[in-house]
Every structure is written in structure tokens, then in C-alpha cells.
């Protein structure tokens, strides 16, 4: 029996790389957007010409009932799900003093709304399948939270603790839980929130110890090293994807 994975917002930037890998690896892969259809389609394009089985939904993370649409598709298709992984992520940089409420939250719910509804409908499709996987992208900046940054940072902090208690909790089921921070990694959410010049990722560039940023294709590989088999006592860690520039 082929496995089954879930993307969340994989029309673009990292997610769509880790779906792309996936699918290039055997997985029937379940590919998600929320603004992006054409980004999603093109996806499933590059998915099925080399070869691999891709489905296109519509994903809002935020949504309760969306996200439980979404787990019953899956559910009457397959019948099944292995590898989950949680990507989807916005970033309003704004401080407390610019940031509305509604801004606060769009981000924070993505973030924190966004696993628990994912994992919480998810979890009866991966339950004691051989070798589960719920995978969490997170950010250096949940541990080290940036002053200009709030939502983004409380968001992130709360999808890193919420990693561990699914770490500790999901084990009974043969899940395995580990979130992944990636480095800075230049994708359309860099373009979107304004911050995108040269000099800037020059600057990211010259800060990290391997010299570089982070390529959605780092991230991509890092999931696969964690569902591999051979990781199979690989349970509740935060691993970065960044040259090590979050020891900085
Ligand atoms: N890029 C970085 O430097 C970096 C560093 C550390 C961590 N991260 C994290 O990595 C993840 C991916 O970031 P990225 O840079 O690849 O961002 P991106 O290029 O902006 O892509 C974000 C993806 O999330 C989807 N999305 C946004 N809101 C959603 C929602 N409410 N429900 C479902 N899907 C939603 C988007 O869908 P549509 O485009 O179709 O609307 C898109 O597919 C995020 O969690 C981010 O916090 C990124």
C-alpha cells in the first residue's frame, strides 16, 4: 500500500519544495493552497510529469470546518495518513504599537489554530500506521523572539511547545512528532511582507556560519531524513536547517 502525506500550504515557497520531494519519494501527496490556485496547480503539474500522485485542495488552516472537509477527502480516498506536515505560516511584521488586533490574530491563529486543527482531525488517519509522521515548521524566532515581531514570535513559540506536548502525547499511537526551523529562506513571504532586497540577503549571507541561506530544498531533505525508517526513535526535537545560524 502506497503512503499518504498532507502538505499545508504547499502552493509555494517551502512547502511546495517539501511536496514535491515527498511525491518524488513515493508519497501520494495531498497539495494546499488558500490564495494560489494557479501556484497549487503548477505544482501537481511538476509532481505528475516526473511521475508522482498529487491531489490539489483547498486549505484554510484557520478554518475548523475546512480543515475537517479536507481530512474526510482524504479519508474516503485513502483511508489513511502517514506523514502530516504543518507549513502553513504568515508573518505581519508589525509591532505592539502598529499591529491591530485582527493582524495579532490572523498570524497567531495560522500558527497556533492552524496545528491544532490540522492535528486534531488528522490524527485518526495516522493512528497506528507503521511509522507516522507530524512534522512542524517552526522558527529560530520562537525561541529568540525578535522586539518587531510579536505575533510572529508568540506564534512560533506556541507551535514549538505544541511539538513537544504532541511529542510526549502521540507516541501511544506510534506517531512521531519533531518540527523543523528553517534558516531565512528566500520565498514569496520575504516579497510579501516587504522585506526582499539585495543587500538584505547579503547581509543574511555574510551572517551565517556556512556562508548562505537556506533553500527550500534544505527544508525539503531535512523531512525526509526524520521519516526515514531509520529514525524510527527520532521523537520531540526542534532540529534547525540554518548552518547553525541559530546559535548566533
Ligand atoms: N521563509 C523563511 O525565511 C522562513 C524561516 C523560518 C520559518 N518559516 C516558516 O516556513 C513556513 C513556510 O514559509 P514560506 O516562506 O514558504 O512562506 P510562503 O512562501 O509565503 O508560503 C506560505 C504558504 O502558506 C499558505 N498559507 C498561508 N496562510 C494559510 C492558511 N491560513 N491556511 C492554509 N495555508 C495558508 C500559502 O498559501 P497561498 O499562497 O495559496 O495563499 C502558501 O502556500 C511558514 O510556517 C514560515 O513561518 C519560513
Not at 507530524?134 to 514570535?153: F, H, N, R
Request: net charge positive; hydrophobic share 35%.
Amino acid at each position: 500500500m502506497k503512503k499518504v502525506a498532507l502538505v499545508t500550504g504547499s502552493s509555494q515557497g517551502i512547502g511546495r519544495a517539501i511536496a514535491i520531494n515527498l511525491a518524488e519519494n513515493g508519497y501520494i501527496t495531498y497539495v494546499t493552497y488558500l490564495k494560489n490556485k494557479p501556484k497549487g496547480e503548477r505544482v501537481i503539474n511538476e509532481i505528475t510529469k516526473k511521475g508522482g500522485k498529487a491531489i490539489l485542495v483547498k486549505l484554510d488552516v484557520k478554518s475548523e470546518e475546512n480543515v475537517k472537509r479536507v481530512f474526510e477527502k482524504i479519508k474516503t480516498e485513502y483511508g489513511q495518513l502517514n506523514v502530516l506536515v504543518s507549513n502553513a505560516g504568515i508573518d505581519i511584521p508589525k509591532t505592539i504599537e502598529i499591529a491591530s488586533f485582527k493582524d495579532w490574530q490572523d498570524v497567531v491563529n495560522t500558527k497556533i489554530n492552524g496545528n491544532f486543527l490540522c492535528t486534531k482531525y488528522g490524527l485518526p488517519l495516522m493512528k497506528n500506521q507503521d511509522n507516522a509522521n507530524l512534522i512542524i515548521i517552526v522558527s529560530s524566532l520562537g525561541e529568540k523572539p525578535d522586539p518587531d515581531y510579536p505575533a510572529y514570535c508568540i506564534g512560533t513559540a506556541g507551535t514549538i511547545a505544541f511539538t513537544k506536548a504532541m511529542a510526549l502525547y502521540l507516541g501511544k499511537y506510534n506517531i512521531r512528532t519533531n518540527a523543523i526551523g528553517p534558516g531565512t529562506t528566500k520565498t514569496q513571504m520575504w516579497v510579501d511582507i516587504g522585506e526582499n532586497s539585495d543587500e538584505m540577503w547579503k547581509t543574511f549571507e555574510k551572517n551565517n556560519p556556512l556562508g548562505r541561506v537556506s533553500t527550500p530544498e534544505d527544508i525539503a531533505n531535512s523531512i525526509l531524513m526524520i521519516i526515514n525508517d531509520k529514525s524510527r526513535f527520532l521523537n520531540g526535537n526542534i532540529i534547525y536547517i540554518d548552518g547553525g545560524s541559530h546559535l548566533k
